[in-house]
């Protein structure tokens, strides 16, 4: 089983899309001194070995000059979302109001049972109501996920990986994580630009390292860098979070002997299907079947390269 796992961290670390985030996975690599993979699973099967109950998914990354949501995160959630029903948790998703038609389409396409969606949004407001609607069920919650969400910096504000301020687009996912980490709910955080929940964890190593562009310096008045300020009990970086989630998944369903349900023809008709909501390249921003500036040819490659792996 670790040595497939080894296998799929040297996979998902690859520079696909040449955006260089390799910095960014050596310092997670540093942080854990040993394979992120490996301790993001065990992590994740220790959270929900215990009892069944619910599992909170969170994602949504608008594009600033597009307002637009991204084809990176939403993939990664429904795929989660199929293996964790399938060992018998229910699944709960907080996205961004951009990006809840896309999640709604893609739950109908990969045929995902989901019980609930909450829409957060950037007025403080509307969050202390999404917070309250999950209170009323947060002894269920065994676990959250955030999968490319939106962290703020020290000072609260958001930013894209090009150091724009982006606080008045996104939804403001930082609450959510501050009430999680008040219930001592086990959070997880994968993405792969270190401007997303779950960097806070190594933000110091990012800022010292210079590992990301903006990483000291942002292009807003706020003066600070786009680094998260939010942290997760454990953090995966991937090339792009997709993948990030794609990798945990497929431990998930070789550990428990289930079927994986991705296949390179699933992510094809789910790229499709975001685009046809909307969403767009988080790199290139164009309405194409890519993620992160990977092309779907190259991202089927992938996935195929992933079944492969657990399957040998
Ligand atoms: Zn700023």
Redesign the pocket.
């Known amino acids: 089983m670790y040595d497939k796992t080894e296998l799929l961290w040297n996979l998902i670390t690859q520079n696909f899309s040449g955006r260089q985030n390799e910095k960014l996975h050596k310092l997670v690599e540093s942080y854990y001194g040993s394979n992120p993979l490996k301790e993001n699973l065990n992590f994740l099967i220790k959270s929900l070995e215990e009892s069944y109950g619910t599992v909170i998914l969170t994602t949504g990354f608008p594009i600033l000059k597009l307002v637009a949501p991204e084809t990176d995160g939403p993939l990664g959630v429904i795929v989660l979302s199929k293996v964790l029903t399938k060992l018998g948790f229910s699944i709960e998703i907080i996205t961004d109001i951009l990006t809840q038609p896309v999640i709604e389409k893609l739950i109908d396409v990969a045929k995902v049972d989901v019980a609930f969606i909450y829409v957060v949004s950037a007025p403080k407001n509307w969050n202390n109501r999404v917070i309250q609607e999950i209170m009323r069920n947060v002894h269920e919650i065994r676990l959250a996920i955030s999968v490319e969400t939106p962290s703020p ?1 020290r000072v609260g ?1 958001y ?1 894209n990986m090009s150091g724009f ?1 982006i606080t008045n687009i996104v939804g403001h996912f930082a609450p959510i994580f501050e009430f999680f980490k008040m219930k001592n709910i086990p959070t997880i955080g994968i993405g792969d630009g270190g401007n997303e929940i779950g960097f806070g964890v190594i933000r110091d190593l990012i800022i010292r390292n210079n590992a990301i562009p903006f990483a000291k310096k ?1 292009r ?5 860098g ?1 680094v998260a300020d939010v942290k997760t009990d454990a953090l995966l970086s991937a090339s792009t979070s997709n993948l990030g989630a794609y990798a945990l998944s497929a431990l998930l369903s070789l550990k428990f002997k289930i079927d994986f349900p991705l296949t390179p023809e699933l992510e094809e008709k789910m790229l499709i299907a975001a685009i046809d909501t909307g969403a767009v390249d988080g790199i290139t921003g164009e309405k194409r079947l890519m993620v992160d500036g990977i092309k779907i040819t190259k991202l089927k490659e992938i996935i195929s390269q992933m079944i492969k792996i657990i399957k040998e």
């Open positions: 910096n504000v930013h301020n942002c807003c008045p706020c003066g600070e786009i």
